[in-house]
T-cell receptor, first 112, second 113 residues
Framework: GEKVEQHESTLSVREGDSAVINCTYTDTASSYFPWYKQEAGKSLHFVIDIRSNVDRKQSQRLIVLLDKKAKRFSLHITATQPEDSAIYFCAASMEGNNRIFFGDGTQLVVKP | DAGVTQTPRHEVAEKGQTIILKCEPVSGHNDLFWYRQTKIQGLELLSYFRSKSLMEDGGAFKDRFKAEMLNSSFSTLKIQPTEPKDSAVYLC???????????FGPGTRLTVL
């Protein structure tokens, strides 16, 4: 089955800097790549996604890039704020299947 | 709109007991998922239902874990018998359909002594 790997288990940045979280996947059939955020003591919630028909998507300070050839995708958070501190999970799923495969999560710490 | 609700929020069980966790998905959602979250294993899929039909049952979790969806607005996850290694947070999520975001419930923290 699909395997999603997150390269950074922890990431620390200064407030105002950009943060980049990188993920890779193994199955070329994967076509949908969502990102979820989990704040301390809370459950996961969706933040942004990208589908395989585009290679870039932006929502306010969040940018997702997709490189299908390299089977790699990344989340860029610009102008980080303390409230961005959380665990971020990347995920992948295939066309016609709603099951998503999660990475292990990246703990982002934004220092004031 | 009500989100995904899960009860109980915390459960403490003795080894060997049977416990039942409950989930109510977002109204109108067709897909429902049960996950287990631990620091070591991360997020593991236990079960996946589409329109009340079981699509995936999480393989390794078959023997003591049983999820059911008796109607479109209610699902249960039974663990029988519980073991200390089952201590984890159990998350329920629902989505409208293919390629739609999953909405997660607050989770049930299970401790097995």
């Amino acid at each position: 089955g699909e395997k999603v790997e997150q390269h950074e288990s922890t990431l620390s940045v200064r407030e105002g800097d950009s943060a980049v979280i990188n993920c890779t996947y193994t199955d070329t059939a994967s076509s949908y790549f969502p990102w979820y955020k989990q704040e301390a003591g809370k459950s996961l919630h969706f933040v942004i996604d990208i589908r395989s028909n585009v290679d870039r998507k932006q929502s306010q300070r969040l940018i997702v890039l997709l490189d299908k050839k390299a089977k790699r995708f990344s989340l860029h958070i610009t102008a980080t704020q303390p409230e961005d501190s959380a665990i971020y999970f990347c995920a992948a799923s295939m066309e016609g299947n709603n099951r998503i495969f999660f990475g292990d999560g990246t703990q982002l710490v934004v220092k004031p | 709109d009500a989100g995904v609700t899960q009860t109980p929020r915390h459960e403490v069980a003795e080894k060997g007991q049977t416990i039942i966790l409950k989930c109510e998905p977002v109204s109108g959602h067709n897909d429902l998922f049960w996950y287990r979250q631990t620091k070591i294993q991360g997020l593991e899929l236990l079960s996946y239902f589409r329109s009340k039909s079981l699509m995936e049952d999480g393989g390794a979790f078959k023997d003591r874990f049983k999820a059911e969806m008796l109607n479109s607005s209610f699902s249960t996850l039974k663990i029988q018998p519980t073991e200390p290694k089952d201590s984890a947070v159990y998350l329920c999520a629902s989505s409208l359909g293919l390629g739609d975001e999953q909405y997660f419930g607050p989770g049930t923290r299970l401790t097995v002594l």
